[in-house]
């Protein structure tokens, strides 16, 4: 696949990207570097920002800021708000970023929670149970050998 560089006029992203691209995540327009795609992996960040100077680019948004709304709400047309906002009313708009923030953070400490989760190998439910199984000779009580994991939607045993 052929790619070529390009920076978007709404929120500053940059990069390589498929040829013919012309939008971004943000629903920004990606303006083409006049580089081919050899030359743009040679450059360093301090040629790419002066050639990104020189042609007078200047985001209405941070990358960073309009990723974490779009992460959010999937929507362009809050971050088109967020940015008219944000030429009203800075402190309001920094409130609200914060809140869009905040709303990120929480999913990915569930998220992070779940992938932490024990999940059964053959069915992928969550529902388990643990206990201990088989008979020990040193005690000789039935359940103090080994922890078994046992899958309460389909049955399945297995040792964690």
């Known amino acids: 696949m052929k790619l070529e560089a390009s920076i978007c006029s709404k929120c500053g992203s940059k990069g390589l990207g498929p040829v013919g691209s ?39 948004i941070s990358k960073e800021d309009a990723l974490s709304i779009y992460n959010v709400t999937h929507s362009t047309e809050i971050i088109d708000a ?23 953070e929480q999913r990915n400490q569930v998220n992070q929670q779940e992938q932490n989760q024990v999940h059964c190998p053959r069915c992928g439910s969550a529902n388990i149970t643990a206990g201990q199984r088989g008979y020990s000779l040193l005690t000789g009580f039935v359940g103090s050998g080994s922890t078994v994991n046992r899958c309460a939607n389909c049955g399945h045993k297995w040792k964690p």
């Open 22 to 60: 012309r939008k971004c995540f943000c629903g920004g327009d990606r303006i083409v570097f006049n580089v081919t795609e050899d030359e743009y992996l040679e450059m360093s960040d301090y040629e790419i920002n002066k050639m990104i100077e020189e042609m007078n680019i200047q985001p209405l």
């Open 82 to 104: 967020m940015i008219e906002l944000k030429q009203k009313d800075i402190i309001e708009y920094g409130l609200k970023l914060s809140q869009f923030k905040n709303q990120l």
